[in-house]
């Protein structure tokens, strides 16, 4: 699969398990991104990474952290989380960060029990 | 910061007809305001953008327009298909470096034929 990839597609945990969502573009950009999307707060902007550095933060719970470890990959570790994060966890990528055209991967659908 | 307002949050209309959805703006900064859709269950596709040097763009059936002094952009898609309905994302890019896209909460469009 070209582009953006994102896995796993479908992640159910509970409140105390420690999982990790896993991103990766194959676009050569030097910007990526972390989205949650959920019927109420459609596409809400979480982390934005440039060139490996976070530059935006969006006041998201430290109950999230993310990780870019090199330009083409991305992570989102998840810790005690809760039933309200259960949502769909988009990642995208672009050129830079200072606009222009985000290309988004599949997504991660989690749920919390 | 930036903040995007999107209406209507739901569109009906007929095979044929004309579909409008509007989009306003706080950051007179912004300079790029791209139109994303986003099929069920599929991720969201970049379908057409434009930035603050021009007033109107077009791609076949749709086509977006811009309004600087007002700070309000629309989507504008002519003789819609079924195959249109989908959920539309506006979203605009704040000038500053560090800042991604800012989406609007999205309108979902019902083609029915």
């Known amino acids: 699969e070209t582009g953006v990839t994102q896995t796993p597609r479908h992640l159910v945990m509970g409140m105390t398990n420690k999982k990790s969502l896993k991103c990766e573009q194959h676009l050569g950009h030097n910007a990526m991104y972390w989205y949650k999307q959920s019927a109420k707060k459609p596409l809400e902007l979480m982390f934005v990474y440039s060139l490996e550095e976070r530059v935006e933060n969006n006041s998201v719970p430290s109950r999230f952290s993310p990780e870019c470890p090199n330009s083409s990959h991305l992570f989102l570790h998840l810790h005690t989380l809760q039933p309200e994060d259960s949502a769909l966890y988009l990642c995208a990528s672009s050129q830079s960060e200072s606009g222009g055209e985000q290309y988004f991967g599949p997504g991660t659908r989690l749920t919390v029990t | 910061g930036e903040n995007v307002e999107q209406h209507p949050s739901t569109l009906s209309v007929q095979e044929g007809d004309s579909a409008v959805i509007k989009c306003t703006y706080s950051d007179s900064a912004s300079n ?82």
């Open chain 2, 32 to 113: 790029y305001f791209p139109w994303y859709k986003q099929e069920l269950g599929k991720r969201p596709q970049l379908i057409i953008d434009i930035r603050s040097n021009v007033g109107e763009k077009k791609d076949q059936r749709i086509a977006v327009t811009l309004n600087k002094t007002a700070k309000h952009f629309s989507l504008h898609i002519t003789e819609t298909q079924p195959e249109d309905s989908a959920v539309y994302f506006c979203a605009a890019s704040p000038q500053e470096a560090g800042t991604a896209l800012i989406f609007g909460k999205g309108t979902t469009l019902s083609v029915s034929s």
